[in-house]
Nanobody, 116 residues
Framework: QVQLVESGGGLVQAGGSLRLSCAAS????????MGWFRQAPGKEREFVAG????????YYKDSVKGRFTISRDNAKNTVYLQMNNLKPEDTAVYYC?????????WGQGTQVTVSS
């Protein structure tokens, strides 16, 4: 079984930055891709950013392009999300998962709150 644990969330003012981490543990883990997702109150969970594990190629939701950067450390089985120029509409619980996501891999997420 694979466990994904997110960390790094917090409260930040608009325009600020946060760096999220997602550490994978459990059985040998070589996904096709990894992604960050988020869920704001009263809204569906949505895709934010993804990275292909072998090539490192990245892709993003349009509204975060140029502000968020996803990266990975294969040796540490860890994925990061650097978030700059945060906006109040980025407020959500952020989750990582493989991409496409697997239901059993959802963790607790990490709360990101951006104040205006």
């Amino acid at each position: 079984q694979v466990q994904l644990v997110e960390s790094g969330g917090g409260l930040v003012q608009a325009g600020g930055s946060l760096r999220l981490s997602c550490a994978a543990s459990g059985r040998t883990f070589v996904p096709f891709g990894m992604g960050w997702f988020r869920q704001a109150p009263g809204k569906e969970r949505e895709f934010v950013a993804g990275i292909r594990w072998s090539s490192g190629s990245t892709y993003y939701k349009d509204s975060v392009k140029g502000r968020f950067t996803i990266s990975r450390d294969n040796a540490k089985n860890t994925v990061y999300l650097q978030m700059n120029n945060l906006k109040p509409e980025d407020t959500a619980v952020y989750y990582c998962n493989v991409d496409p996501p697997v239901r059993d891999y959802w963790g607790q997420g990490t709360q990101v709150t951006v104040s205006s």
